[in-house]
């Protein structure tokens, strides 16, 4: 049973189109309140070059996105969606974060301020899940996934944050700070 104070986090998860951090191409969100993932959000980005390297990672392609909208143009349907969130939530919740930053960053808006909780590290912390990549925690704690469909993954994010409600774990323990600014060029590798 999750305590009486859960906190409301929305799970996100982004798909990017290239190693810049401002090439959004898909981002999943599912809410978390009182325990239990409550409602989702799914939106194809349109990225800023017209490039998708990663298509044989997530199935996306250009003609895929080429019509969707700016992430700058999809910003207040995002940020209708973060109201009132205490938490963000990410599988390797450091990409997610650069990805979010990044995005703002090239669309000259602020980044959300607010502190991510990395599921990597909830589960290793809560059921000392290992290896703990989204397939391996989700086939341990039977959440169904379609890896690298940005609404799966966001989903299965959320799952994960509500099981370690469900038994009782401080989520908060798997916090990083909020996300102090984007790059907007290559990734570091």
Same mark, same amino acid.
């Given at each position: ?12 998860? &982004? ?15 599912? *809410?978390?309140?009182? #325990? *239990? ?7 194809? /980005? ?6 998708? &390297?990663?298509?044989? /990672?997530? #199935? ?27 938490? +963000?939530?990410?599988? @390797?919740?450091? &990409? ?12 000259? +808006? ?17 059921? @000392? ?13 039977? /959440?169904?996934? @379609?890896?690298?469909?940005? +609404? ?7 799952? /994960?944050?509500?099981?370690? +409600?469900?038994? #009782? &774990?401080?989520?908060?323990?798997? *916090? ?5 600014? #984007? ?7």
């Amino acid at each position: 049973m999750p305590p009486a104070t859960s906190p409301h986090i929305v799970a996100i998860d &982004f798909e990017t189109a290239d190693p810049g951090r401002d090439s959004a191409c898909a981002l999943g969100m599912a *809410r978390v309140v009182d #325990g *239990r993932v409550t409602e989702h959000f799914i939106r194809l /980005i349109r990225p800023p070059r017209p490039q998708v &390297f990663y298509t044989h /990672i997530h #199935g996306l392609t250009w003609d895929t996105v080429k019509d969707a909208p700016a992430f700058a143009d999809l910003w207040p349907e995002i940020a209708a969606f973060l109201a009132g969130a205490d938490l +963000l939530a990410a599988h @390797n919740a450091g &990409f997610d974060r650069a990805v979010m930053a990044g995005c703002c960053a090239a669309a000259g +808006l602020a980044a959300p301020a607010l502190p991510y909780l990395c599921t990597v590290k909830l589960a290793r912390a809560a059921w @000392n899940v290992r290896p703990t990549r989204l397939p391996d925690v989700c086939r341990y704690l039977a /959440i169904p996934l @379609n890896h690298h469909d940005a +609404l799966s993954d966001a989903t299965a994010c959320a799952s /994960i944050v509500a099981d370690a +409600l469900a038994d #009782g &774990f401080d989520v908060t323990v798997a *916090r990083l700070g909020p996300a102090k600014g #984007g790059r907007t060029g290559r990734a570091a590798r």
